[in-house]
């Protein structure tokens, strides 16, 4: 069983049934006693390998590259940029966070601004939130009602299908944890004035929304988890093992392609520079 | 019947069955000696009347309306941008040329250069080709092959409807000339030095596939016509009846969105400016 079925979202998915707090890979999932500093070890390896794949990607001007995390406030999609992807070489790799909407944003249809930001060939994309709070704040506070939902989730499988048949590699991360993760996280972020620019007011009124919040992730990932575009479920109580997770994923992926170098050109080795 | 029924794409359309020369409204219809003049100045007021509703839209900050012209070289692409949205206010109105793609827009799907142009809210966009030449060009010189024809067509059937739903008004026209009404209008161009930087003598190489042509445009038709974006066939030998059918069936469709600026505010009225 490759790495990514084990993650990938299960037929019936139940939100509150999957634990954020599983290890199922690495030495963690071995019980080991040093297991957080050999897991951090082997992201870091697995990280330099991304890297030196993402760099054919450039040479090669091919695939297109589409990574997009989603959790919880506090779930780390900051950390598992800088984890995973901190290697990558920012030439042909670009991280886009989408914040709230501008007014120009708003006045187009919801997918116009991120469709702007999709990979080019041979580009590695890592979107940190994206399409999917249209589906998912926009739901829990009643912007739109259950049918505009439902047809928001079709768009975007259609969306995402034709990204992929015209060239686009999408994998989907929903970085999970729990209520009590969370509340201790929060609480870290006020204790520590260095961290205090990572805390918005706001995190404490969505946290209310907790339930809702819950459900209408359940939903999002079910209707769009798709055979081009699939979802995975990243227990991320664990910042070790859900780093560990998501490179082994994107590694697997990457050496799934079986990329190489363009063939060199014979000519250029016969000349000589002056 | 209104007069968008008349024109529009009917069931088991017929490229090669659909007369380029019909004059099926105005005076030209009705057989009157100065049809010509009559009809221009008809245009003309129309065209005013689709001004005055533009300025509505651009009040109200809705909706979007995007008009898509297609057809083949020399078949009135400009003219129409001309006689028909001239006198449209250029705030909030666009007219956008898609040429061949940049190195960069290659690097993206073929949908990507056109979602950023699609109108915002209160924006009338007008595509001089657009993303159809996916399915016409790239067909005719079988760049790509029927079954990713087939998926494109899906992939402009989604993006539509999704552009639909969210609040896109979305008009499609063909233009269409007869072969022999081309070659006249190409032969013009030829004779009159002036008219020269419109000609391109890929034209003529262009011209050479026209049955090829013919066929790519009524599969793309017949695969892209839906109740949420419609395709007009106009016939277009005559520029008079061409500007008239399509001045027509947009104010008649802007009339039935019974638009009207939004309410003014009675405090302003009690304001005084100093």
């Given at each position: 069983m490759s790495i990514a079925e084990v993650f990938h979202?299960?037929?019936?998915?139940k939100l509150k049934d999957?634990?954020?707090?599983?290890?199922?890979?690495g030495a963690a999932a071995a019980g080991q006693p040093d297991a957080k500093a050999v897991d951090k070890l082997q992201t870091l390896r697995i990280g330099e390998k991304i890297s030196d794949l993402q760099e054919i990607f450039v040479a090669a001007h091919a695939p297109k590259l589409l990574i997009i995390l989603q959790g919880m406030d506090t779930s780390g999609k900051d950390g598992t940029v800088k984890a995973v992807?901190?290697?990558?070489?920012p030439l042909g790799a670009r991280t886009v966070a989408f914040k709230a909407p501008s007014n120009a944003e708003k006045d187009h249809d919801y997918l116009w601004r991120v469709h702007q930001e999709v990979p080019a060939k041979g580009e590695m994309v890592i979107f940190n939130?994206?399409?999917y709070e249209e589906v998912l704040i926009a739901r829990v506070h009643e912007w739109i009602t259950a049918a505009e939902c439902e047809q928001r989730y079709a768009h975007i499988r259609d969306f995402e299908r034709m990204l992929s048949e015209t060239g686009t590699i999408i994998l989907k991360f929903f970085l999970h944890i729990s209520k009590d993760e969370q509340k201790s996280r929060l609480q870290e972020r006020l204790a520590d004035p260095a961290k205090h620019?990572?805390?918005?007011?706001q995190d404490l009124a969505e946290r209310e929304h907790w339930d809702a919040y819950q459900d209408a992730y359940e939903r999002a990932l079910k209707a769009t988890d798709t055979p081009y575009a699939p979802w995975y479920v990243i227990p991320s109580d664990s910042k070790t093992q859900r780093n560990l997770v998501i490179a082994s994923i994107v590694l697997e992926r990457l050496e799934s392609l079986q990329l190489s170098f363009p063939p060199g050109n014979p000519e250029f080795s016969k000349l000589k520079v002056e």
């Open positions: 979202l299960p037929q019936g998915f999957s634990d954020a707090n599983r290890k199922l890979i992807f901190g290697q990558v070489n939130r994206s399409h620019w990572k805390f918005d007011p």
